[in-house]
Each structure stands twice: as structure tokens, then as C-alpha cells.
């Protein structure tokens, strides 16, 4: 089965770019407000903690995914098993049509291949119909892994007393000190996804 995970659907661009959005007013935002006051501060002990999270490392390697990818094989088998039977039903009859070219009358034939043309169609069908469905169902397990992920980075940052949590759509350069994406990955293993 193909994995569609992977591949990039308008939605997940459209995400990616507000997450972006988001980040870099966020860090204009505590760059703005909070550069000044620290500044000011002689001793420095109310220094900013910024921590840094991997999302595309979250997204690969959430055991969610594996749950998402058995449940999604689960719930479409008997969609990839029509198919599958499809598939079986025309290479037979395109097996039987050129095999028997030469003993079959035009009628026959044309028949023979309008069956074929027929079975075509609907295996078509059939792939959009699934294609279409998987992908919906895809995108619902994906948005309400990204919500745990987020309520995930929410707690280790507060545990970890952080003020500030970049991601890697923005990040140059990040000192494996402050990255916790093994943390927050911790805490997904302990998850389920509803």
C-alpha cells in the first residue's frame, strides 16, 4: 500500500505555513517584550529558557503513527481486497481475450473487451472512491495526533520551566541541551489517540 503519509497534501502545506506564521510572530513577539526587560536586568537571573522541538521528528516517529497507519490498513482492507480482486478479474480476461484472438469471432471479442473496458471503470472508481475516503480518515488521525503533540510540548515546557518553544520550520541552529523532542516523545509512547 502506498504510504500517504508522507506525501505532501495541500492541507499539511497549508499547516506547515501557519505553524511557520505562527512561530516567527511568536518569536518576534518575546523578542520584542522580553529583549528589553532582560536587558535591563543586571543579574540576569530571570533569563529566558528556550527549548526546541523536532515536529517533523514528532510526526515520524509517534507510536500514534504505526496505531494510525494498522487502523487506517484495518478499516480499508476490504476496499484494498475489492481492488485487489478487480486487478485479478482483468488480467484474467486479458489473458483469456489474447488467447483467443484467433478463435473468436469479432462479436465475441468486442464483447471480451467491452467486459474489460467495463472492469476498468470500475476499478477506477473503486481507487478514487478509496483514495478519496483513505485520505479524509488519514487527515482526521493526523490533526488529532498534532493536538496531543502540542498539549505534549505544552507539558514538557512547563515541567522544564521553558518560555519560550521553537520548532524546526524556523531554527537555524539548535544546542541538543535544549531539545525536547526525546522528552515529548516520551510522553507520546505513554498516549492513545482517541
Not at 29 to 57: E, M, Y
Not at 101 to 126: C, M, V
Not at 168 to 182: H, L
Amino acid at each position: 500500500m502506498i504510504n500517504l503519509i508522507t506525501r505532501q497534501q495541500p492541507a499539511v502545506r497549508r499547516w506547515v505555513l501557519i505553524q511557520w506564521l505562527t512561530l516567527m510572530l511568536g518569536v518576534s513577539a518575546a523578542l520584542l517584550f522580553v529583549g528589553p526587560a532582560w536587558a535591563q536586568n543586571s543579574s540576569h537571573t530571570d533569563a529566558v529558557k528556550i527549548g526546541f522541538v523536532n515536529i517533523r521528528k514528532l510526526m515520524a516517529q509517534a507510536p500514534q503513527i504505526e496505531q494510525i497507519q494498522q487502523n487506517l490498513a484495518k478499516e480499508f482492507d476490504s476496499e484494498r481486497q475489492t481492488i485487489i480482486a478487480l486487478r485479478n478479474d482483468i488480467a484474467e480476461l486479458s489473458n483469456r481475450y489474447d488467447e483467443s484472438l484467433n478463435t473468436l469471432s469479432e462479436q465475441a471479442q468486442a464483447e471480451l473487451q467491452k467486459s474489460i473496458d467495463e472492469k476498468q471503470l470500475e476499478l477506477s472508481k473503486q481507487q478514487q472512491r478509496m483514495q478519496g475516503a483513505y485520505n479524509l480518515r488519514r487527515n482526521e488521525a493526523l490533526a488529532k495526533l498534532q493536538t496531543l503533540i502540542v498539549s505534549m510540548v505544552a507539558k514538557v515546557s512547563e515541567e522544564k520551566k521553558l518560555d519560550i518553544v521553537l520548532n524546526n520550520t524556523g531554527v537555524i541552529y539548535v544546542n541538543s541541551r535544549i531539545d525536547i523532542t526525546a522528552d515529548v516523545l516520551n510522553y507520546l509512547s505513554e498516549q492513545t489517540i482517541d
